[in-house]
């Protein structure tokens, strides 16, 4: 039998108090690849991209990594960035750099969401602290069922 598995992993940093850096790692049994994408708040707007490949397919693969400047200026809260991500990084570079940009523009978007939560596992409060972190970020108006649309 065949098998294979896939592994993204993403952290996130606060370097600086407006800067938020996320590292995602994606290994399989084909590639290895890092990235990490710097983004500037309030104004969620990635500011610059580095990444490494560890292990490729073909010698084009490195070609892909001077694209991923194509994510600079994208801000993570316009309406299409995962199209225009895919067109700019995926499509003229490499998709699993792109999805791995992707995976890092939520994981900062996740953070900034609960980044104030007060501490603990205890969810009492959550639903009135939500409603007044979107009110600080309103592009997440529809992105899941509790925020609705």
């Not at 996320?22 to 990235?35: F, K, N």
């Not at 983004?39 to 490729?56: L, N, Q, S, T």
């Not at 994510?71 to 309406?79: H, I, K, M, S, Y």
Request: with cysteine.
């Amino acid at each position: 039998m065949l098998g294979f598995s896939r592994t993204k992993w993403v952290g996130i940093e606060r370097p600086e108090e407006d800067v938020y850096l996320a590292h995602g790692i994606l290994e399989d049994l084909i590639y290895g690849m890092e990235i990490d994408v710097r983004v500037k708040a309030p104004e969620f707007e990635i500011i610059a991209v580095e990444g490494k490949m560890r292990r490729i397919t073909t010698p084009e693969c490195p070609k892909a990594l001077p694209v991923l400047q194509n994510a600079v200026g994208l801000r993570l809260d316009a309406p299409g960035l995962a199209a225009a991500v895919n067109r700019k990084v995926g499509r003229e570079g490499c998709r699993h750099l792109a999805n791995l940009i992707l995976e890092c523009c939520d994981a900062i978007v996740r953070c900034a969401l609960y980044e104030k939560w007060p501490g603990g596992p205890d969810v009492e409060g959550r639903e009135e602290y939500l409603k007044g972190r979107l009110r600080d970020l309103p592009f997440m108006k529809g992105s899941c069922k509790f925020f609705g649309s």
